[in-house]
């Protein structure tokens, strides 16, 4: 099934400068399976923050389905 990443902040470095792409995944995939398949290791990522199906923050097992748009947001600091 088609889902699209979006990537936001400076994690669009691992789409080198894009925001978004269209990938194929299988059935029953999580959003962690998802990242994985376009090389990103959330656990490995010290500024992964969280992940948004269809604009709805949700946790990093959620289950895709065709058609979702997947955003991962980078933690936010400041000072």
Do not use: Q, W
């Amino acid at each position: 099934m088609k889902i699209t990443i979006s990537l936001r902040g400076h994690l669009i470095k691992y789409f080198n400068g894009e925001k978004s792409k269209e990938i194929e995944v299988k059935e029953g995939a999580t959003c962690d399976d998802a990242l994985k398949a376009v090389g990103i290791n959330y656990k490995e990522t010290k500024s992964f923050g969280f992940v948004a199906i269809n604009s709805h923050k949700v946790l990093i097992d959620a289950v895709l389905k065709e058609g979702d748009d997947l955003k991962a947001y980078p933690k936010i600091s400041g000072g």
